[in-house]
């Protein structure tokens, strides 16, 4: 599996952004699919998970009502839809692919990983 995040930018708090991830290979539609994030010096942290068939997400508490996952495996995309942000959001943001039916919070759970989108929100 291959992936490739965009939709990345700059955005004053308050507003929105939505991220996507497009994956290619045969098993996409069958693998669990996540965000997760990173800031300077820090470790990469979970911000949502969604299973192979949407059916079963999960939030870091820190985006829970703010931010969406979702997926459409017709087109081999997963999405984040990014509402209310805070210039504490302000990372690189990675989506990730889990091996076939499992997904998880942790970034050890994941086998592939997209090159990463930078997300900045100013105050």
């Known amino acids: 599996v291959q992936l490739q995040a965009s939709g990345g930018g700059l955005v004053q708090a308050g507003g929105s952004l939505r991220l996507s991830c497009a994956g290619s290979?045969?098993?996409?539609?069958?693998?669990?699919m996540g965000w997760f994030r990173q800031t300077p010096g820090k470790e990469r942290e979970f911000v949502a998970a969604?299973?192979?068939?949407?059916?079963?997400?999960d939030y870091a508490d820190s985006v829970k009502g703010r931010f969406t996952i979702s997926r459409d495996n017709t087109k081999n995309t997963e999405y984040l839809q990014m509402n209310s942000l805070k210039p504490e959001d302000t990372a690189v943001y990675y989506c990730?692919?889990?091996?076939?039916?499992?997904?998880?919070?942790?970034?050890?759970?994941?086998?592939?990983w997209g090159q990463g989108t930078e997300v900045t929100v100013s105050s």
């Open positions: 290979g045969r098993t996409f539609s069958r693998n669990g």
């Open positions: 990730a692919a889990a091996g076939l039916f499992r997904y998880g919070n942790s970034p050890n759970d994941y086998d592939y």
């Open positions: 969604i299973s192979w068939n949407g059916g079963r997400t």
